[in-house]
């Protein structure tokens, strides 16, 4: 077989650099500037492998594929290219190629996969290919989402199981449902399990159903999570959170591919793809015993990390204006964001992260006085990072809410409930503390009557003697 490589690259820097390398590996390299050069080098000679780059000065590199892939059905192909969206990584891999390598990239691996794919040529895929390139949700072109990417492109056309890992707000659920809705099974149902949202004593009922009966208040028979998603993809949402019983049935579901209903009999076969996602480090739950290690590793087939926002600053400024363009969607004014404004978020530690800023991006959109969103504005409206900095609290009450709002886990419904109590607690508590756990005038310190004091202690779970001085 032939040792020959074709590179198409129009940056002759990089194309040095892929040359020096090969060259020293024993290949024969010929490199091209264009899509034109390209197809007429093709014309000519067989080649082992092609690289090419995206971008080219006479085109999409990517859209002409299919047709090069009519033509060469056996040659291997690397894509190179810098400032990837999801989008591209999706188009290169459903394109069949070979690999896929977001610049700047590391030489000994493009080396090693050239090598790989001169020894084996690639099957042509089968997969339709995605030129509408809309609707991919996740935006980002940092280097830390290129490896995002490229994970996700890689769990498409298969079911292994995907464990998400990330800080609250990294878009866990984005990646989730990008992984369904570009994935294999798209045509089916995809259904989001919060295992923080549901009470434990509902759980497995929620994640497999039960039969008319099984427990007060069943009332009819109801068809769980596990079932709804036949066919599709079941996204177990806060797994770190699941209560141990649940997590042992879910593993037997995990391991037979059968679920029973709570009361049930029957063993019905499901046919789901699991993604699971936490911001919680499971490790340390391992060994404290409050996750099982089973568990962990059936999930842990192909982990996905998500970075944190501060660990991508180069993304704040794309975020920024996708959420000023979906603030405009949901009736807010039109703004336009000041290249200082970007250096101003830049500078914030975004601990809630892509959330937060999310959140910060609609605040200034909705209170901005003028058009253009400056640095003034931002500091005005959000303060400085300096102000939110150190442990992440502004100053006062409303900074703490704030900081709160950051990482609370939006429960649908719920919010202004979970507010309040996480505000509440700590009130109540301060409340009978000052007054050496006197419920009279610790209500009148409130200003509320004694009984509705004594109904929110038991409401949330105050043990009034528990808050006595012990000094
Ligand atoms: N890369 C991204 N591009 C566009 N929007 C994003 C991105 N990442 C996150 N978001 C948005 O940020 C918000 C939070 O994302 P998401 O709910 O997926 O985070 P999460 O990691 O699942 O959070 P949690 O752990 O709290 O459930 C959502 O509104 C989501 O649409």
Redesign the pocket.
């Known amino acids: 077989m032939t040792n020959r490589i074709l590179l198409v690259e129009d940056d002759p820097g990089i194309a040095t650099v892929i040359v020096t390398a090969l060259e020293d590996e024993g290949f024969a390299v010929d490199t091209v500037d264009g899509i034109a050069a390209r197809d007429v080098r093709l014309a000519g000679e067989p080649y082992a492998v092609m690289l090419t780059d995206v971008m080219l000065s006479d085109g999409d590199g990517l859209a002409t594929l299919p047709a090069l892939r009519d033509r060469h059905p056996a040659m291997p192909v690397i894509v190179l290219s810098a400032q990837n969206t999801l989008d591209t990584a999706v188009r290169a891999s459903d394109l069949a190629a070979f690999e896929y390598f977001p610049k700047p990239f590391d030489l000994d691996e493009l080396v090693r996969a050239v090598r790989q794919a001169a020894g084996q040529r690639a099957e042509p895929g089968d997969v339709p290919i995605d030129e509408s390139g809309e609707g991919l ?4 072109r940092s280097r830390a ?1 290129q490896g995002v990417y490229r994970m996700i492109t890689r769990v498409l056309r298969n079911d292994l199981t995907v464990l ?1 890992l ?11 449902e990008a992984i369904h809705q570009l994935g294999h099974r798209k045509s089916g149902p995809f259904v989001a399990v ?1 295992a923080a949202a549901i009470p434990h004593d509902l759980i497995e009922s929620e994640l497999f159903g039960h039969e008319k009966g099984a427990f007060t208040g069943a009332i009819a028979q109801a068809i769980g999570k596990f079932e709804q998603a036949n066919g599709g993809t079941l996204f177990l ?2 797994i770190g959170d699941m209560p141990l019983e649940a997590q042992t049935r879910l593993l037997r579901a995990l391991q037979s591919g059968r679920i029973r209903r709570v009361g049930g009999r029957q063993e019905i076969v499901v046919d789901v793809r699991i993604v699971a ?3 919680r480090d499971l490790v340390p739950m391992i060994a404290a015993g409050t996750f099982r290690e089973d568990l962990f590793y059936r999930l842990n087939v192909v982990p996905i990390e ?1 970075p944190p926002l501060r660990e991508r600053r180069d ?1 704040i400024a794309a ?1 920024a204006r ?2 000023l363009g979906q603030a405009v969607g949901e009736g807010l004014p039109r703004r336009r964001i000041e290249p200082d404004a970007i250096a101003a978020l830049e500078r914030f530690a975004w601990r809630g ?3 937060e ?2 959140n910060a991006i609609y605040r200034l959109a909705l209170i901005a006085r003028e058009e253009a969103i400056d640095a003034a504005t931002v500091e005005a409206v959000l303060g400085t990072p300096e102000s939110v900095a150190g442990d992440g609290r502004a100053q006062g009450f409303a900074g703490a809410l704030e900081a709160w709002l950051r ?1 609370a ?2 429960r649908e419904g719920q919010l202004y409930h979970d507010a309040l109590a996480q505000f509440e607690r700590p009130l109540l508590i301060h409340a009978l503390v000052e007054t050496g756990g006197n419920q009279l005038r610790a209500a009148r310190l409130l200003g509320i009557n004694r009984n509705t004091l004594r109904k929110r202690l038991t409401d949330l779970d105050i043990d009034p003697d528990g808050c006595l001085r012990r000094d």
């Open positions: 949700p996740l935006v980002g989402m998400i990330g800080e609250s707000g990294t878009g866990k659920e984005l990646v989730a919060n949402d806060e996602a936490t911001n998500l993304d975020l996708h959420f992260n892509v959330r800023l999310r990482v886990p939006m």
